[in-house]
């Protein structure tokens, strides 16, 4: 029997709130969009059926302020809460409060996402399913002494991760001992701010690994399915600047693995909706189980080119109690699709954050181009919110195709009256190792060490 969703709140902003607002329209169902009160002129306000205040400019007076968001849910009759990714779509107590008050969260069960969320329980799982996992503290780190033993026993470098994290935010590699109260107490402190959430825990960092993951999907009947794996290796700050599909560099045995392991791990948590497995892949070829993503992911453009499918669209299905329509068998990934996250920072001054007025504004097009943004001509950027000011998204019939379409589309876009990276993801798209696929993790910092230790 089937739920009736007629009505659904868009628990975000920017571009991933307008994305989903399409769909919704797509749907003929109606829209609700929550802002702050210095938000109210965004993208996504003017393009849902409904807006409604939940806040001033502070997160966790807003996007976070979880009883708000449910009280606007209750205020405009929406049906479902979508919560796009970051802010509260990976909180389980979000979760817990929708289904208390009957509205239906667009995701897993608040019972789910705390288990995956949980990165002890979720390691034991794979543990249980030979999956390898990457060594590492059993949940959140009490206090610094039981680090500093942890990190001794485990060897550096090691990485702090925040619990409820995503983004890159809450993240800091730690090389020594002396670095480490510094940067448990500083990922503590980034990861509360972005996530209302300040617990982290501690893994072996894995050198210059690639990072790749898994597109699944899965009704409430049972029925499980991958689109595929996504290649994330090129990130800076822990934070992933380009994306693509499919995953070009590993091999069809360690991919065949994955997908295996992917659904099996879904059909044994019972998990729902889409969701993404993140593993990363050494240089020697061994696989490390790193997280579950119990939400949609930025990059999820690229695997919705290469497969013809609308992840958003599969999502408000599954959450209305429809069967999946297709099985493994009917999924074809065709062709190469590349993202490219354009940031509202100077690539050219050390990356600092850039604020102001959008000026001028050319978006590109053509064949084989998608653009996913909220920005318009006149916008105001915030220094209150992530960076991210657009994803340009190409398709091609292979890879090289896909990259000459995304050079064109890099060059045919303009955002004047504030920094962007542009040039940046330009230069880094047109080079021999992202040509050639010589890249990992690790690649955009060694580059930019080796310029800076040119320079000086």
């Known amino acids: 029997m089937t739920r009736n969703i007629n009505k659904v709140l868009i628990a975000n902003r920017g571009e991933i709130a307008v994305r989903i607002i399409r769909t919704l329209k797509d749907m003929k169902i109606k829209s609700v969009a929550i802002f702050s009160d210095v938000d109210r002129d965004s993208l996504h306000t003017k393009m849902a059926d409904e807006s409604i205040c939940v806040g001033p400019r502070n997160v966790n007076d807003s996007y976070l302020n979880k009883m708000q968001i449910i009280n606007a849910a209750i205020v405009t009759g929406a049906d479902a809460i979508h919560p796009g990714f970051g802010f509260l779509s990976e909180n389980p107590s979000f979760a817990k409060m929708c289904e208390i008050y009957n509205i239906k969260l667009i995701g897993p069960s608040s019972k789910v996402m705390e288990l995956m969320g949980n990165?002890?329980?979720?390691k034991k799982i794979m543990k249980s399913k030979g999956i390898p996992v990457v060594p590492g503290s059993d949940g959140i780190i009490e206090n610094i002494d039981l680090a500093k033993k942890l990190a001794s026993d485990i060897g550096y470098p090691v990485i702090i991760k925040a619990k409820s994290g995503g983004g890159g935010k809450g993240m800091r590699v730690v090389?020594?001992?002396d670095e480490l109260e510094v940067s448990?107490?500083?990922?503590?402190?980034e990861a509360e701010n972005a996530f209302a959430d300040r617990d982290v825990y501690m893994e072996k960092y894995i050198e210059s690994p690639r990072h790749i993951e898994?597109?699944?999907?899965a009704d409430e009947f049972g029925n499980v399915i991958h689109l595929g794996a996504r290649d994330c290796s090129m990130q800076m700050n822990h934070q992933k600047i380009i994306e693509e599909a499919p995953a070009k560099y590993i091999d069809k045995e360690t991919l065949d693995r994955l997908y295996e392991m992917s659904v099996d791990v879904v059909n044994e948590i019972g998990y729902t909706n889409a969701g993404t497995i993140e593993y990363l892949v050494s240089s020697d070829n061994q696989l490390y189980f790193m997280e579950?993503?119990?939400?949609?992911?930025?990059?999820?453009?690229?695997?919705?080119?290469?497969?013809?499918?609308?992840?958003?669209?599969?999502?408000?299905?599954?959450a209305a109690q429809n069967k999946l329509s297709y099985g493994q068998e009917d999924i074809l990934i065709t062709g190469h699709s590349i993202e490219c996250r354009i940031n509202a920072y100077d690539s050219e001054n050390n990356f600092l954050p850039s604020v102001g007025k959008i000026e001028g504004l050319n978006i590109p097009g053509g064949y084989g181009v998608r653009v996913d943004s909220a920005?318009?001509?006149g916008y105001e950027v915030l220094p209150f919110y992530d960076s991210m000011l657009a994803k340009i998204v190409t398709f091609g019939k292979n890879r090289d195709e896909a990259i000459s379409i995304m050079l064109r589309a890099l060059s045919e876009l303009a955002i004047d009256?504030?920094?962007t990276n542009i040039e940046f993801n330009k230069n880094i798209i047109g080079g021999n190792d992202f040509l050639s696929g010589n890249f990992s993790t690790s690649y955009l910092e060694d580059m930019l060490k080796a310029s800076i230790d040119k320079k000086s």
């Open 119 to 122: 990165k002890d329980a979720s």
């Open 175 to 177: 090389r020594s001992e």
């Open 184 to 189: 448990v107490k500083s990922a503590q402190k």
């Open 214 to 217: 898994v597109q699944i999907i």
């Open 292 to 318: 579950m993503n119990t939400r949609i992911q930025v990059e999820h453009p690229v695997t919705e080119m290469t497969t013809g499918i609308d992840i958003v669209r599969e999502q408000i299905n599954i």
């Open 375 to 377: 920005i318009y001509q």
């Open 417 to 419: 009256g504030i920094k």
